[in-house]
Structures are given as structure tokens and as C-alpha cells.
């Protein structure tokens, strides 16, 4: 048994091809759009491109019913955010290495499917040798909790290494679908708390929904934790869509505009 932590990888972001987008400038007449944008800044300028787009509204006059426009990035994104023209942030999406976390997270993770893509580690096919497990800072002012917890967890990996053995999953030419069978078998006697792992990847509408609702102080304390690391790396990432939150005494990241 190893004690772990969760860890959050971010491994994609949006990347623009500039040289398209000044293409299509070109033709509509929108060209000064480029020269007031820092190209460094793909997320956030893809959703400005998209919010754009949908108005005409690169310069003053390319559309008739546009007059004037907001030139400074900053206070063009704050308008998207309090107008709720959030359609236009599904666009740009991240993907992120979930490590070390548990089934208790994965299986409440699942449960955001609108505007995210899941790959998760399959136990049916990777077999448990170890078990990893994280445990809660406050668990080690509790000894004995602690100290049972561990024999429990110790006695629940010896037997995963003794089924294999009893399986014979080491031998030379067993079938993979015979490893795969009992491996699937093993899985249902590791604890709900293993650690393992998920690719995950969401738009910035939905992590901006997830990150406001998996810190609120009702969350399950893994999930907060790794949602205000998710949090902080938006932030970085996206400082123009993401600036907007406060993050009070208990944890909870609390949105300047809500329900975008």
C-alpha cells in the first residue's frame, strides 16, 4: 500500500493557426482585429474570434448596426461573461491529467457530461499489484483510524497478489482474455477509495460551472481539492475569463457572473 496525492496535469490547450484566421480576415475586412490581440493568448482570443464573428463586429461599419465597438480584450470578455453569451466559451477546451485520484472521485466526475470528454484507467484490464490510496490531512491526528486503515488496505493487497498468483496470470501463454476475466474479477476487492486515474477534458463554459460547484463547501474534500487546483490553473491560463472569481475563508471559488 502507497500513500498518494492527487495530481492535475494540464497536457491541452486551444492553439489557433493565425495565419487562417487572417485569411478569413482578408475577405470580410476585419484585419485590425490581429494587430490588437497579443497571439500568445489562444483560448481567450478563440472566444473573442467566436463572439466576433457572430456580430460582424472586427471594426466599426463592417456591420451596419455597429457604430462602435470595445477594442480592450479585457473589457470585451467581461461583456461576454455579463451578458451570458456563454455559447461562445464552449469553443475553447482543455484537457488535464486526473492522477492519483479515486473511484469516489471518478464516479462523481462522470457525472459532468455536457461539454467534457472522459478516458478513464480500466481495471478490467490494468491489474492492481499495489494499492494506492490518499488519505485526508486531518486522518493523521487519528492513529488508530490511521493504523487500521493501512492493515486493512495491506490485507485487501495481499489478496490481490495472492488471486493472481492463484489465477496464474504470470505463467507463460495465458490467453490476454483470460487475464483480462480475472483481472476484472480482482478489481471488486479493491476499496471505492483506490487511486487511479482519468484524462479529462471540458470547454471553459463547463469548467467554469464545475469549478464553482466541485469547491462549494458541500463537495466531497478530494473533489474540492482537485477542482481548486483545476481552478488555479485557469486562472493562469485564462486570466480575462477566469479573474472574475473570489475564493472565500472556507475554499468555495465564487463566480463575479454566474450561469454564463
Not at 484537457?95 to 467534457?116: A, D, K, M, Y
Not at 479573474?243 to 463566480?255: C, H, L, R, S
Request: proline share 4%; with cysteine.
Amino acid at each position: 500500500m502507497q500513500s498518494v496525492q492527487p495530481r492535475v496535469y494540464l497536457i491541452s490547450a486551444p492553439a489557433l493557426d493565425y495565419d487562417e484566421i487572417e485569411e478569413y480576415l482578408n475577405e470580410v475586412g476585419g484585419e485590425s482585429w490581429l494587430r490588437r490581440i497579443d497571439e500568445d493568448d489562444d483560448a481567450q482570443n478563440l472566444v473573442e474570434f467566436a463572439g466576433r464573428f457572430c456580430y460582424r463586429s472586427w471594426e466599426p461599419g463592417l456591420n451596419p448596426n455597429v457604430t462602435r465597438i470595445r477594442e480592450d480584450q479585457g473589457k470585451y470578455l467581461e461583456n461576454i461573461l455579463s451578458s451570458r453569451h456563454g455559447s461562445v466559451l464552449e469553443h475553447a477546451q482543455f484537457t488535464f491529467v486526473l492522477h492519483n485520484v479515486s473511484r469516489v472521485f471518478t464516479h462523481e466526475q462522470v457525472r459532468h457530461r455536457v461539454g467534457t470528454a472522459i478516458s478513464q484507467e480500466s481495471l478490467r484490464f490494468v491489474r492492481l499489484t499495489d494499492l494506492p490510496f490518499w488519505f485526508p490531512d486531518w486522518t493523521d491526528e487519528d492513529e488508530e483510524l490511521k493504523s487500521r486503515a493501512v492493515k486493512l488496505l495491506q490485507k485487501m493487497e495481499e489478496f490481490q497478489g495472492w488471486m493472481a498468483e492463484r489465477f496464474g496470470l504470470d505463467n507463460p501463454g495465458v490467453p490476454f482474455s483470460e487475464k483480462k476475466a480475472k483481472t476484472s474479477f480482482m478489481r471488486r476487492f479493491a476499496p471505492e477509495g483506490v487511486a487511479t486515474g482519468m484524462v479529462w477534458s471540458a470547454n471553459l463554459r463547463t469548467l467554469r460551472h464545475t469549478i464553482e460547484s466541485r469547491t462549494a463547501k458541500g463537495a466531497e474534500e478530494e473533489i474540492r481539492i482537485i477542482f481548486d487546483r483545476i481552478g488555479r490553473i485557469m486562472q493562469q491560463e485564462c486570466p480575462l475569463l477566469f479573474g472574475d472569481y473570489e475564493v472565500n475563508d472556507e475554499g468555495e471559488w465564487i463566480p463575479g457572473w454566474r450561469k454564463v
